[in-house]
């Protein structure tokens, strides 16, 4: 995978990734599975389940590149696998 730069967002640490939302709450960095971004992470409310209204939000990639997006897609479903043969390390 290539590296994607972080510039989308502004943590007090972005050493630690550690972000905080409008709660004043750790915000946690987690992985989008939507069709749009399948794969893109970002930070959001740790409450968000609860009902929280708050609406804090941060991508932590960049857009993926469509290409990137449709190879996600695929692999998530079943249609495009890595050759089988040859040294794939994750
Ligand atoms: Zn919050």
């Not at 599975?33 to 893109?40: C, E, F, H, I, K």
């Amino acid at each position: 995978m290539e590296k994607y730069t972080i510039s989308a967002i502004s943590c007090k640490s972005e050493l630690d990734g550690e972000c905080y939302c409008y709660c004043g709450l750790p915000s946690p960095r987690r992985t989008s599975w939507t069709w749009l971004n399948p794969g893109r992470r970002f930070h959001g409310c740790s409450r968000y389940r609860e009902g929280s209204k708050c609406q804090y939000f941060k991508w932590v990639d960049r857009k993926f590149s469509d290409r990137a997006t449709e190879v996600i897609l695929e692999l998530l479903e079943g249609l495009n696998q890595p050759p089988p043969t040859g040294r794939f390390q994750g």
